[in-house]
């Protein structure tokens, strides 16, 4: 007997639960990160996270690559590194007189983009292609990425010393973009509780975290996210909010077109992880802010007033009527 879009969006809400579940065995806090990173993933989205030095970005991201069970490729991104180092070549073959694809890691499905304002613009746009249309294209030819190619990228926004921030249209390939702030007491206490009795460094293996999916039951979780409606109030609702951060005067550049449509794929994607097969206007704007920090620039009044993008998006929200 074939299964229930409800059967479906269940065994999706219990997927998330299991992923989460396998991650808190090793990372203490950060519910929030992980959730977007969850919902990033089966909406097909992109996410960077910025945070200061020792904040656990990178390991979050092992964690995570090890609970979905998804191929997991890091780079390390420096200011020599060349596009090649991250796309591969085309090396000649002596014995058979053929040109020979040496793939470089971006052949993986969960990247990591390590630091990824360390290495100039050139380099950056090596993944732009990689983002957007998940294939890379070498010497005039267009090799596919896996279905499920995910970057997570981390960045430090306390460093101003050789580094290149991230043009406009590498900031928009993102869906997300999430800060991971410093843990409260409670949680650096049980930090040091759990890592500071062990030698070496921390391994998602050593605590516990394995698979609790495959690239099967994310491409199942996909096709119960498609079931999700969208319905058209909540679609206008998401693309007044989108247009209002271009009418404010408190804002320089205002987010794209491609920000409205990641974000009502996110609110599926989130809705589906709430067991609904419908999405809610709550939906969208507990995702909103993710989606809409790292498009938007403050204007100059705005910046000499201190004001901050979180607040005005906040804003925003209250000042777009949602449906009811």
């Known amino acids: 007997m074939d299964d229930t879009p409800s059967d479906a969006l269940a065994r999706t809400r219990a997927l998330a639960e299991a992923i989460r579940a396998e991650i808190g065995k090793a990372i203490v806090g950060q519910e929030q ?56 070549s085309n090396l000649f073959n002596f014995q058979t007189s053929q040109f020979t694809l040496t793939r470089g890691p971006i052949f993986t499905e969960l990247l990591l983009a390590d630091e990824i304002n360390r290495t100039p613009p050139k380099t950056q746009a090596a993944l732009l292609e990689a983002m957007q249309e998940r294939r890379v294209t070498l010497d005039g030819q267009a090799h596919a990425l896996p279905p499920h190619f995910m970057v997570v990228a981390t960045q430090n926004p306390i460093e101003s010393q050789g580094v290149y921030p991230l043009p406009e249209a590498q900031l928009d390939r993102f869906a997300f973009k999430l800060v991971v702030p410093y843990p409260s007491a409670e949680e650096e206490a049980a930090i040091v509780t759990r890592f500071g009795t062990r030698g070496g460094p921390p391994l998602p293996a050593d605590h516990g975290v394995h698979p609790v999916a495959d690239a099967a039951a994310i491409t199942q979780a996909r096709m119960a996210i498609e079931a999700v409606t969208l319905s058209q109030e909540v679609i206008g609702y998401t693309v007044a909010l989108v247009r209002a951060t271009r009418a404010s005067a408190e804002i320089a550049s205002g987010a794209s077109p ?55 998006v906040a804003g925003l929200i209250e000042q777009t009527e949602a449906p009811r």
């Open 33 to 88: 990160a992980v959730e977007h990173l969850t919902v990033a993933l089966l909406a097909g989205g992109h996410v960077l996270l910025e945070g200061p030095p020792g904040t656990a970005k990178t390991f979050l991201a092992q964690c995570f690559a090890a609970a979905t069970g998804l191929d997991f490729g890091r780079i390390q991104f420096t200011p020599d590194l060349l596009p090649g180092d991250i796309l591969g």
């Open 258 to 312: 491609r920000a409205a449509v990641l974000l009502a794929q996110a609110a599926r994607a989130r809705a589906a992880l709430q067991g609904r097969d419908y999405v809610l206007p709550d939906d969208v704007k507990a995702l909103a802010t993710a989606a809409l920090r790292h498009r938007l620039l403050l204007s100059p009044a705005a910046e000499i007033e201190g004001r901050q993008v979180e607040e005005l």
